[in-house]
């Protein structure tokens, strides 16, 4: 009688569990639905709290993105994650039947490539840091490039005397050079492996971690009104081309500032 008992508890346990699974799947399901519309009416990479502030009651996020990105993962669009934002993309193996012909890019001078890793890696900056890491001064027209592009971005003011401005990267970085993360830059090892080191490293040479914290960090402070008009202002340094004239025309060489 006990072990009737016992069998007639499981029955009754698993009926209960197929009936609420449907209506969990039912949900989910739902919320997938939400999601993709969401992500094809946007115009740019949505931000993940505007996600799930849409989302049914009890529907964890990460799983509805997880399983929204699996499903789209064969197909002729993508879903991808930049940083805190999904966006719809065309998968990489048929970008080629979308391509047109457009003008050629130009490139960036050597100044601005160099000027964009240290930012990259080294973030939050000022312009004395880059400075310092490079050897030689910049020119302001190397720092407009940058920004116009769109790659680096002003983030606040260093808590040091004359509250210089502090530089990092944007999200259109992490678009153009398709990363998830800035943590996704490639490590000393990695650097290596692509021969991009010749030579003997100093001693104690390591490659920094590389973050871009939304937060400003402890050192920093809020922009003020004024931040964009001083940085428009500031005098170019002495040399006998400034980089803006060039920067984006051809790759050039330093020797006009080394």
Not at 72 to 90: P, Q
Request: charged share 30%; aromatic share 6%.
């Amino acid at each position: 009688m006990a072990e009737v008992a016992r069998l007639f508890a499981e029955v009754l346990a698993e009926d209960a569990e197929s009936e609420t699974m449907p209506d969990n799947e039912a949900l989910i399901g739902e919320a997938m639905r939400i999601a993709e519309a969401m992500l094809f009416a946007a115009a740019e990479p949505l931000d993940e709290t505007e996600i799930a502030r849409r989302m049914p009651d009890g529907v964890a996020l990460g799983d509805v993105l997880a399983r929204l990105k699996q499903d789209y993962a064969a197909r002729g669009v993508n879903l991808v994650r930049v940083g805190k934002k999904w966006l719809f993309r065309t998968a990489s193996d048929l970008g080629w039947l979308l391509s047109v012909d457009t003008v050629e890019p130009k490139k960036l001078s050597r100044a601005a490539l160099e000027t964009l890793a240290i930012v990259a890696y080294h973030q939050p900056v000022t312009r004395a840091e880059i400075e310092d890491i490079r050897g030689v001064a910049i020119s302001k027209g190397t720092l407009d490039v940058l920004l116009e592009t769109g790659w680096v971005r002003l983030r606040g003011r260093r808590r040091t005397p004359g509250r210089p401005l502090t530089y990092g990267t944007s999200e259109a970085f992490l678009l153009h050079f398709g990363l998830e993360a800035i943590g996704d830059l490639p490590g000393l090892e990695e650097l290596k492996g692509a021969g991009l080191f010749d030579g003997a490293l100093p001693s104690g040479f390591v490659v920094p971690q590389p973050r871009d914290d939304v937060t400003l960090m402890e050192d920093e402070e809020p922009l003020d009104s004024d931040a964009q008009e001083e940085f428009l202002e500031h005098e170019p340094s002495d040399q006998t081309e400034t980089e803006s004239e060039a920067s984006i025309e051809e790759v050039e060489d330093d020797s006009t500032e080394d």
